[in-house]
Every structure is written in structure tokens, then in C-alpha cells.
């Protein structure tokens, strides 16, 4: 593990394209042998179905201190230096990059295998919410499971605004971890993504 966490998490707010090259830059080092970079885009179909765009939605604060998390975690299991995460809200149409991550090390499988973990952890457990607005007027949302197992799929605005809201009177208030459900630090539980073992208490 590096001396000094060196993260950079952004989540960024409607319309405001990801600048690839400022992430790539802020992990590059002079003893850096590798930078291993994942960058998702917006692809045309679905299900045979034309994509126009996605739209993503957010709980920002417990999203950053979700991804740092999972940054933690990248970092107990490989040797890394720097690790940079950007991430689009609003519209995102075909070809554009929703997410991109930058991750730097010495040797190439560290950096490529913990770029990997990284965005399957931001797919599986982060409080981002992705709709698809497709070419014949539908606009579906994606189910993801929540960092505590939960799943959940967001229908409409109201709905989003109604689980941010749990989030933040819930979430930040019960221990500050990334789920919206109140948690109980025990042994013998499963470990959820901010690092806690957590056993959930469904109200």
C-alpha cells in the first residue's frame, strides 16, 4: 500500500462532460510502471431496444464516501500509488463517458485488477441510479443492489428524491455507512462495502 492515499473522487454534476486526461494525469508518477484506465460509455442498444441516453441520479455525499471506500478496499488488496474516479450525473448520450477510473502502480496486474474490483463495486453497491431513455419514448431504470444487499430500482423522480431523503435522515445518522438501512457493527456479519460488518434491521 502507498505511503500516502493518493484518491481523487468526483462525482459531477449535469452536463458536465469527464476530462479524461486531468484523471490520467493525476495518477501518472515517475515510478508509476503502469495506469490502468476503464472508461464507461453510453452504447446504442439494449435488449434490441435503441438507446438514446442514460440518465443518472445520485445521493453525492454517501456516493464519494462510498467510492472511497471501495478505494480502501482497492488498496488492502493491491499495491497501488494513485487512484482517480469520475462520474457523470444528468444525461449521457450514445458514445459519451458515464464513469471513468484511473488507477496507477508500479507493476500492470495491480493497477488492472484493482481497476476491475473498482467499477464492479461502483456498479453493485454506490448510490448512483442509471435510467434508459430509449428511441420509442420508454425510459426503464436499472435495478442495483444497494452496499447492504438491498435491491433497488428507481421509478421516476419522486421515487428518487423519496430514497434520498432515507438516505440522508437514515443512512448518515445511523454511523454514516453507505446504506440506507439502520446497522449493527457485528463479527460475524457480512462485510459491506464501506469496510463495516453489517447486519441489517429492516424497519
Avoid at 5 to 30: F, G, M, T
Avoid at 154 to 182: D, H, I, M, P, Y
Wanted: glycine letters at 6%; charged letters at 30%.
Amino acid at each position: 500500500m502507498a505511503d500516502e492515499e493518493r484518491n481523487l473522487v468526483e462525482i459531477l454534476e449535469e452536463h458536465n462532460v469527464i476530462d479524461i486526461a486531468k484523471y490520467i494525469n493525476y495518477v501518472s508518477a515517475p515510478q508509476a510502471g503502469a495506469v490502468a484506465t476503464f472508461s464507461g460509455t453510453t452504447r446504442d442498444t439494449f435488449d434490441g431496444k435503441t438507446v438514446l441516453e442514460l440518465r443518472y441520479e445520485a445521493y453525492v455525499p454517501m456516493a464519494i464516501r462510498c467510492i472511497n471506500d471501495i478505494c480502501s478496499s482497492a488498496r488492502a488488496s493491491w499495491s497501488l500509488l494513485s487512484i482517480a474516479v469520475a462520474h457523470r450525473l444528468g444525461p449521457v448520450p450514445v458514445g459519451e463517458t458515464s464513469v471513468f477510473i484511473a488507477i496507477s502502480s508500479v507493476h500492470r496486474a495491480d493497477a488492472l485488477d484493482a481497476c476491475k474490483f473498482v467499477i464492479d463495486e461502483i456498479k453493485a453497491s454506490v448510490p448512483i441510479w442509471e435510467k434508459e431513455v430509449y428511441a420509442n419514448g420508454e425510459v426503464e431504470a436499472q435495478e442495483r443492489k444497494s452496499c447492504c444487499g438491498a435491491k433497488v430500482k428507481v421509478e421516476g423522480e419522486l421515487k428518487f428524491l423519496e430514497r434520498r431523503s432515507e438516505l440522508g435522515n437514515a443512512g448518515l445518522q445511523e454511523g454514516g455507512t453507505c446504506c440506507s438501512r439502520k446497522v449493527k457493527v457485528e463479527a460475524q456479519e457480512r462485510k459491506g462495502c464501506c469496510g463495516a460488518k453489517v447486519k441489517v434491521d429492516v424497519e
